[in-house]
Nanobody
Framework: QVQLVESGGGLVQPGGSLRLSCVAS????????MGWYRQAPGKQRELVAT??????NYTDSVRGRFTISRDNAKNTLYLQMNSLKIDDTGAYYC??????????WGQGTQVTVSS
């Protein structure tokens, strides 16, 4: 059973920073695509960023503010979030894609940006 455990969420003021972590219960490899998604209240879950090997992709609204990275030796995925905006508020989920047929989700960590 693959488990993904997110942490690092919290309450932060606009303009602040947070760093999310996602630890996998299994080894991760460069050819696995991993990603961060978020879901705001009343909205659908949306992609924030993905990384395969060293190749990262971001949704337009976070590009230049967020950085996704991975440490395979620690089975950990990160999301550094800077210059946070109120619209970044939501539950953030980690996803691991072991293949086109097999993917796993974490339980989510809440990020609230508010003054």
């Amino acid at each position: 059973q693959v488990q993904l455990v997110e942490s690092g969420g919290g309450l932060v003021q606009p303009g602040g920073s947070l760093r999310l972590s996602c630890v996998a219960s299994v080894p991760i490899f460069d050819f696995y695509t991993m990603g961060w998604y978020r879901q705001a209240p009343g909205k659908q879950r949306e992609l924030v960023a993905t990384i395969t090997g060293d190749t990262a992709n971001y949704t337009d609204s976070v590009r230049g503010r967020f950085t996704i990275s991975r440490d395979n030796a620690k089975n950990t995925l990160y999301l550094q979030m800077n210059s946070l905006k109120i619209d970044d508020t939501g539950a953030y989920y980690c996803k691991l894609e072991r293949s086109v047929f097999t993917s796993y989700w974490g339980q989510g960590t809440q990020v609230t940006v508010s003054s």
